[in-house]
Every structure is written in structure tokens, then in C-alpha cells.
Nanobody, 115 residues
Framework: QVQLVESGGGLVQAGGSLRLSCAAS????????MGWYRQAPGKQRELVAA???????NYADSVKGRFTISRDNAKNTVYLQMNSLKPEDTAVYYC?????????WGQGTQVTVSS
């Protein structure tokens, strides 16, 4: 199984930036893709960005051009660089690792964007 530890959340003003980190350990060789998801109060969890083992990326329309997902294979870490943050980006952000038959989730990190 894969263990994930997220960090980097916090409070930022609109227009500011944050970088989230997700460190993976355990059965990392079996990971096909990793993603960042978010869940705002009263809303369903949604995909923000994902990156495959081959390096392909995809983004939610709402964050395209503002967020960038990347990874450092040497550190087994995936990052989410968030620029031009908006109040509507406020949510708990979760990292996930997707294997062939299961997914693992981090504990979540709060991102709050003030207007």
C-alpha cells in the first residue's frame, strides 16, 4: 500500500501563491497516476490536477493556466503549484495515488484564500 503525506496548505490573499507537496512511501512502484483533489464545504470532492507515471498531466478547467502539477521522482514527491489564487479555490486539498486496483489518499491540507 501507498502512504501519502501532504503539506503546504495555509491562508493566502487572493492573487497569491501556494505550493502543496505530497510525499509518497510504500508500494510506490505500483502507482499509475497521482492527483490532487479538493473538497469545499457542502460540495463534492473534485479533481484538480493529475499526473501519470509517463508524465502526462490534466487539469480541471477552473485551474488551467493557474495551477501546475509536477513531480520529483528522486524524492517520491508530487507538487501542486497554485498561482493567482481565488477565494473559490478555498477547500481541503487531498493527494491521491492510483494503482491498478486501489487508490490511497492523504489526510488533506486546508487552503484558504481570503478576498
Amino acid at each position: 500500500q501507498v502512504q501519502l503525506v501532504e503539506s503546504g496548505g495555509g491562508l493566502v490573499q487572493a492573487g497569491g501563491s501556494l505550493r502543496l507537496s505530497c510525499a509518497a512511501s510504500g508500494s510506490i512502484f505500483s502507482i499509475n497516476a497521482m492527483g490532487w483533489y479538493r473538497q469545499a464545504p457542502g460540495k463534492q470532492r473534485e479533481l484538480v490536477a493529475a499526473i501519470t507515471s509517463g508524465g502526462s498531466t490534466n487539469y480541471a478547467d477552473s485551474v488551467k493556466g493557474r495551477f501546475t502539477i509536477s513531480r520529483d521522482n528522486a524524492k517520491n514527491t508530487v507538487y501542486l503549484q497554485m498561482n493567482s489564487l481565488k477565494p473559490e479555490d478555498t477547500a481541503v486539498y487531498y493527494c491521491a495515488a492510483h494503482e491498478l486496483f486501489r487508490s490511497s489518499w492523504g489526510q488533506g491540507t486546508q487552503v484558504t484564500v481570503s478576498s
